[in-house]
């Protein structure tokens, strides 16, 4: 099993820059785990910047780099700190804005090309290595750290 950490921060949120970032572990029986990837990155800033884009955007990347690199015949594991965005992926929530309709078909889109895929909710506190990711996109794209969500 891969499983995928995933985060992402707006600030400020909406209308500023939106970054993220993700890392992916092969998890062999709970015994080892072996790190495959970490990544990091700007969405956008300005107008249609948000925290929701963000993290859908680090799922996708995410996502994509997996099929690229030859893991879509594995079960993954996708885990965020965004309710919003898991419960959207896993259908307990509809999208209703906009703006995320298009993030939310590709991220299902990609997730159909797995051999299996879930997403899991985490708290923050189990999520901080992909939170650590997105604020150093954030902190090399601005030049300044990022508030810390409390």
């Known amino acids: 099993m891969v499983i995928v950490f995933c985060d992402g921060l707006c600030e400020p949120n909406p209308g500023g820059v939106a970054?993220?970032?993700?890392?992916?572990?092969?998890?062999c029986a709970e015994i080892m785990r072996e790190r495959v990837m970490?990544?990091?990155?700007?969405?956008?800033?300005?107008?249609?910047?948000?925290s929701n884009v963000a993290e859908y955007t680090a799922v996708i990347r995410a996502l994509e780099w997996l099929i690229k690199n030859g893991y879509a015949g594995e079960?993954?594991?996708v885990r965020s700190d965004s309710q919003l965005v898991v419960r959207q992926l896993t259908g307990q929530y509809a999208v209703n804005a906009p703006l995320?309709?298009?993030?939310?078909?590709?991220?299902?889109?990609?997730?159909?090309?797995f051999a299996s895929v879930r997403f899991r909710?985490?708290?923050?506190?189990?999520?901080?290595?992909?939170?650590?990711?997105?604020?150093?996109?954030y902190y090399r794209y601005t030049g300044r750290e990022a508030i810390k969500r409390v």
């Open 75 to 77: 079960e993954i594991e």
């Open 38 to 50: 970490a990544r990091y990155g700007v969405v956008c800033s300005g107008p249609g910047a948000t």
């Open 100 to 113: 995320l309709m298009p993030l939310y078909r590709k991220a299902r889109e990609l997730a159909s090309r």
């Open 19 to 27: 970054t993220y970032g993700w890392l992916a572990y092969r998890d």
């Open 121 to 137: 909710w985490v708290p923050r506190e189990e999520n901080e290595t992909a939170d650590t990711l997105s604020r150093r996109a």
